[in-house]
């Protein structure tokens, strides 16, 4: 594990939430301002399980928490997790309480959530989503989206593997329509697979994405006039690494005709959808 986190532009933008007042606390090692802040609501989960983690050391209500159940909340407790590990590795003193939290979270909070919110969309999009399932597994893409960040800066391969599986997991579980967020995703995983030695298994889901977003290149191509969106250009993009990697991998040529032709329509002007406000509607 590299050194201790530094309060970066970043960090600090993810951090200044409603609860910033407490990660500064927790960064700074100040157990006054933490006593404090986490004793003005007992009904707080997430003020239970810091309250109990600085005074014994570990958390009860964390580890009796059961995150296969979908319900409200939990996705936005795991993203709060993630914040206090962040926080911690600031702090720099309390190493042996991140790493406490940090195995919760790999032990038992991200594969339970993720494989519960996997079984509850079975068929989706063909069959329609519960809006409840669908806000957690966002949240919780939104939670793994900052844990990701978090294990670049360690330069952790094994941890960024673990969790740009389960990402990918979540997006193809209930983001499959979005190509844009799906994409690039799948690219992120296949070279975490490749890093780890699977070249085989990078090279699945390099054509995996071929299958699913060839499509999207045919309509441009007999859409001469059509500008791509900003969607569109990420999607067109996260398809010609795919293409350009699998003829690495398997040491061909045969997409480089595709990749020019994605490269001419990336060259055509960015269309921008108009936003049209209802008060100009009404006028």
């Keep these: 594990m590299k050194d201790k986190l530094t309060l970066s532009e970043e960090i600090e933008t993810y951090l200044n939430s409603d609860k910033r007042e407490l990660w500064g606390a927790v960064s700074t090692d100040d157990t006054d301002k933490i006593t404090s802040i986490t004793s003005e609501d007992l009904d707080d989960e997430l003020n239970i399980i810091i309250s109990e983690l600085f005074t014994t050391g570990k958390s009860e209500t964390l580890e009796n928490k059961n995150f296969g159940l979908i319900k409200e909340g939990n996705s936005t407790l795991a993203q709060d997790l993630v914040k206090l590990v962040l926080s911690l590795d600031i702090n720099g003193e309390k190493e042996d309480l991140r790493l406490y ?159 020019k032709q994605i490269d001419e329509v990336l060259s055509r002007e960015v269309f921008e959808i108009p936003y049209f406000d209802e008060d100009d509607d009404e006028e």
């Design 101 to 259: 939290i940090g195995e919760r979270l790999f032990d038992s909070v991200i594969p339970n959530t993720v494989n519960s919110i996997k079984e509850q969309v079975k068929n989706y999009p063909k069959n329609a989503i519960n809006p409840l399932i669908w806000a957690e597994g966002a949240e919780m893409r939104a939670a793994l989206n900052a844990f990701i960040f978090y294990y670049k800066l360690k330069d952790n391969i094994e941890a960024l593997h673990f969790l740009m599986m389960n990402r990918t997991q979540l997006s193809l579980s209930v983001m499959s329509h979005y190509k844009n967020i799906l994409g690039p995703d799948m690219i992120e995983a296949a070279r975490i697979k490749e890093q780890i030695g699977e070249k085989e298994t990078a090279l699945s889901f390099y054509k995996a994405i071929e299958s699913e977003f060839k499509g999207e290149l045919v309509w441009f191509t007999s859409t001469p006039e059509a500008g791509p969106s900003e969607e569109d250009v990420v999607t067109l993009k996260t398809l010609r690494e795919a293409l350009l990697s699998i003829d690495r991998l398997s040491d061909t040529d045969e997409y480089s005709v595709v990749c």
